[in-house]
């Protein structure tokens, strides 16, 4: 074990550490969405670290740079053994999941056709008629029974861009 190991950062780094038959090594500390560990840095407002990168920056005594990826070998994202990990770059690391056909991003759900929508076109054409009559954020919120930033989204076009808003007047 390295000496990186004694510091405090890694020996809070192996008590999360659980060692599988298979040869990973499994973090089983938190994880993020797509279910690679994560661990604090050690300081408030010092953000987090993924547990592989801090593994491999760890077992190898290097210090990464931000544009360097580390990749797995393995197809277990929650594997932090030094062994089956590598470094790469951005490019590296997505060629790498198109050849394990891992990755595939699912369809982007616009709209109404996201379950977790609150609005739908006729709303947003609403939103635009409401703003077009001198209506505040706030009262087109409290109208169409959203939350006001929901609305900025929608007026500022980061949400529901795909709507033809062009049209908008005497919407009922």
């Not at 920056?57 to 197809?75: D, K, S």
């Not at 505040?136 to 609305?151: C, D, F």
Request: net charge positive; charged share 25%.
């Amino acid at each position: 074990m390295t000496d990186k190991l004694q510091t405090p950062i890694g020996m809070r780094f192996i008590r999360h550490v659980h060692f599988c038959d298979s040869g990973c090594w499994d973090w089983t500390g938190a994880r993020n969405e797509h279910g690679y560990g994560v661990i604090g840095r050690g300081r408030r407002g010092e953000g987090n670290i993924k547990a592989h990168r801090l593994s491999f920056e760890i077992f190898n005594a290097v210090q990464l740079n931000p544009e360097q990826v580390i990749c797995h070998r393995c197809e277990n994202p929650a594997c932090v053994n030094p062994d089956h990990l590598f470094v790469g770059t951005q490019q590296d690391n997505l060629a790498d999941m198109a050849r394990k056909d891992r990755g595939s991003m699912p369809p982007l759900l616009r709209g109404a056709e996201n379950p977790k929508a609150k609005l739908n076109e006729h709303l947003v054409r609403r939103a635009f008629q409401l703003r077009e009559d001198g209506l505040s954020t706030y009262r087109i919120a409290h109208e169409l029974r959203v939350s006001r930033p929901a609305i900025c989204s929608v007026l500022n076009r980061k949400t529901w861009r795909h709507v033809d808003v062009r049209t908008s007047k005497h919407i009922g």
